[in-house]
């Protein structure tokens, strides 16, 4: 399994970024996909994830700033960001999990917001 993520980058306080993870060596079709971030110092916290059938869910704090989506066709998916605030400051990581709840992550990629 291999989730690879890109997209991420330095971006100003109330700027956008579009995160991506391609996905291989699974049925992608069968696997809710999803992304989550860490701080330094903190916890993995949830971010947002959609199941293989469209249906999403936002943490509360992005939800009003961030959009999930995915492709079936092209086994990716992806994470509009806009309005960026500083404490958005993470790494991402893609997740893909199946009906056993079995997780795989991606390696990560780095989020700064600036002030």
């Known amino acids: 399994v291999q989730l690879q993520a890109s997209g991420g980058g330095l971006v100003q306080a109330g700027g956008s970024l579009r995160l991506s993870c391609a996905a291989s060596?699974?049925?992608?079709?069968?696997?809710?996909m999803g992304w989550y971030r860490q701080a330094p110092g903190k916890q993995r916290e949830l971010v947002a994830h959609?199941?293989?059938?469209?249906?999403?869910n936002y943490a509360d704090s992005m939800q009003d700033r961030f959009t999930i989506s995915r492709d079936n066709a092209k086994k990716s998916v992806h994470l509009q960001m806009n309005n960026l605030k500083p404490e958005d400051t993470a790494v991402y990581y893609c997740?893909?999990?199946?009906?056993?709840?079995?997780?795989?992550w991606g390696q990560g990629t780095l989020v700064t917001v600036s002030s």
């Open positions: 060596g699974i049925n992608f079709n069968l696997y809710r």
């Open positions: 997740n893909a999990m199946s009906h056993s709840r079995a997780h795989f």
């Open positions: 959609v199941t293989s059938g469209g249906i999403t």
